[in-house]
Nanobody, 126 residues
């Protein structure tokens, strides 16, 4: 069983930075992927960043955040991070940590992730 708890969300001005944290109890290298998703009011949940937990730690990013966001892992702290730089108002959303892709579909499909955190709110003002 994996338990995910996010933190670090805040209200910032455009151009600012935030680092989100996801403490992942029970997560091991036997699991496959962790990811950050976000959901704005009235919008579908969309994948932002993905990190492979096996091998070399492959990463993948949504085109809208590539070059601005970085996903990383601190194994000693059982924590997954999302460093967000050059924030834009369109980055405003609830951000969720997810783990363990169930297979059978795209890495970017939220319904294929087994474990979810409760979310942390990011608000970017212009």
């Amino acid at each position: 069983q994996v338990h995910l708890v996010e933190s670090g969300g805040d209200s910032v001005q455009a151009g600012g930075s935030l680092r989100l944290s996801c403490v992942a109890s029970g997560l091991t290298s036997s699991h496959n992927w962790v990811a950050w998703f976000r959901q704005a009011p009235g919008e579908e949940r969309e994948g932002v960043a993905y990190l492979g937990l096996r091998g070399i730690g492959t990463t993948s990013y949504h085109k809208s955040v590539k070059g601005r966001f970085t996903i990383s892992q601190d194994n000693a702290k059982n924590t997954i991070y999302l460093q967000m730089n050059s924030l834009k108002p369109e980055d405003t959303a609830m951000y969720y940590c997810a783990a363990e892709h169930l297979g059978g579909g795209s890495l970017y499909t939220p319904s294929l992730y087994k474990y979810w955190g409760q979310g942390t709110q990011v608000t970017v003002s212009s």
